[in-house]
């Protein structure tokens, strides 16, 4: 089993609509969540922290639910510019090397 | 702030020569840098942990003979492909965690390698 698996997509969306994405992880010791965006040929860029408690950032909304081991993601009112890849990643208690899952396609569609 | 560079974006190189890829923390001071690799429609996998002043880490499977890594300041850190194989055209990815901050990773924009 991957120690990060997401769902690779891709999900072809109309704008406007909402879209979420799911990761599970396998080492129950993990203590720190992530969502990274990373757009074709580039680097990827930290889109938001996951906090135990869920936390949502304009149109974005991550939750986290230790007791099954499982993060999301979910997009509302999506725009064009949000095509890209997610990349959900987790750290796991003080090691800082971080575990990426293989992201999940999004295309938004005009 | 924390920017992080790496030099050069894009390299062409004939099978059998070796690259050097820059990594630089501009605006910050990183005793620890990562290393990277992504293969085209694959994740990012970690190759191996630079730390300042002494020998990187690396991950299993990856040749730390074949992969050398030079963390000589707080600022820089240097991956050097030696004996480049067409295999080894990928791109290539360092992250820079800054020394006060330890959990937070900074990317550089990336390195396109490809050996012909």
């Known amino acids: 089993r991957k120690e990060v698996e997401q769902d690779p997509g891709p999900f072809n969306v109309p704008e406007g609509a909402t879209v979420a994405f799911n990761c599970t992880y396998s080492n129950s010791a993990s203590q720190s969540f992530f969502w990274y965006r990373q757009d074709c040929r580039k680097e990827p860029k930290l889109l938001m922290s996951?906090?135990?408690?869920?936390n949502e950032d304009g149109r974005f909304t991550a939750q986290l639910n230790r007791a099954s081991q499982y993060i999301s993601l979910l997009i509302r009112d999506s725009k064009l510019s949000d095509s890209a890849t997610y990349l959900c990643?987790?750290?796991?208690?003080?090691?800082?090397?971080?575990?990426w899952g293989l992201g999940t396609s999004l295309a938004v569609n005009p | 702030g924390a920017v992080v560079s790496q030099h050069p974006s894009w390299v062409i190189c004939k099978s059998g020569t070796s690259v050097k890829i820059e990594c630089r923390s501009l605006?910050?001071?990183?005793?620890?840098m990562f290393w990277y690799r992504q293969f085209p429609k694959q994740s990012l996998m970690l190759m191996a942990t630079s730390n300042e002043g002494s020998k990187a880490t690396y991950e299993q499977g990856v040749e730390k003979d074949k992969f050398l890594i030079n963390h000589a300041s707080l600022t820089l850190s240097t991956l050097t492909v030696t004996s480049a194989h067409p295999e080894d055209s990928s791109f290539y990815i360092c992250?820079?965690?800054?020394?006060?901050?330890?959990?937070?990773?900074?990317f550089g924009p990336g390195t396109r390698l490809t050996v012909t």
């Open positions: 996951v906090y135990s408690s869920g």
């Open positions: 992250s820079a965690t800054p020394s006060d901050r330890a959990y937070e990773q900074y």
């Open positions: 605006d910050f001071q990183a005793t620890t």
């Open positions: 990643v987790v750290r796991a208690g003080n090691n800082r090397k971080l575990i």
